[in-house]
C-alpha cells in the first residue's frame, strides 16, 4: 500500500513541481472547471495514448501518429486545445512484478509534462491499466 502512496506522490509532484500554469479547482456544486480568478474554464484537448512498449510519444523526432514534439505543441496550441489526456503506463512506471520503479520513464514523462505547460497546455494524467 505505501509503494502505491509513494507513486501516487510522485505523479502528483511531476504535475506541480514546476506548474507555470494558472492552477485550477473543480467547483463541488457546480462540477465546473475554475480558474484563479474564479471564472469558468473549458477545456478542448485530445488524447494521447500508447499501450506498447515506450508507452511514449517521440518527444524529438515526428512523426504523424507516433510523436509528440513542440511542433506538434505548438500547433496543437495553434488550433486552440489547451488540455492533453496523456496515458502514463502502469508498465512504463513499474514494469517487471517487483518494486522496482523505472526511472527513465519517469523522466521521460516529466519530460513531457514541461513540454505541455510551456505551450500553455494542460496535462491531465491518466494511470491506469487496461
Known amino acids: 500500500m505505501s509503494y502505491i502512496v509513494y507513486l501516487l506522490t510522485f505523479f502528483y509532484l511531476i504535475v506541480h513541481s514546476h506548474s507555470e500554469l494558472p492552477s485550477i479547482r473543480v467547483d463541488p456544486n ?3 472547471f ?3 480568478y474564479g471564472r469558468v474554464r ?3 484537448g485530445v488524447n494521447v495514448v500508447y499501450k506498447v512498449p515506450p508507452f511514449l510519444p517521440d518527444l524529438t523526432n515526428f512523426d504523424p501518429q507516433n ?3 513542440n511542433d506538434d505543441l ?4 495553434q488550433w486552440g486545445f489547451n488540455v492533453i489526456r496523456f496515458y502514463t503506463a502502469w508498465m512504463g512506471v513499474n514494469p517487471t512484478s517487483d518494486k ?3 526511472q527513465d520513464y519517469i523522466l521521460q514523462l516529466s519530460t513531457a509534462v514541461k ?3 510551456d505551450k500553455g497546455i494542460y496535462a491531465l494524467l491518466d494511470c491506469h491499466q487496461d
Open 30 to 32: 457546480t462540477q465546473n
Open 34 to 36: 475554475i480558474d484563479e
Open 42 to 44: 473549458i477545456f478542448h
Open 67 to 69: 510523436s509528440l514534439t
Open 74 to 77: 505548438n500547433n496543437l496550441h
Open 100 to 102: 522496482e520503479v523505472n
Open 115 to 117: 513540454m505541455m505547460e
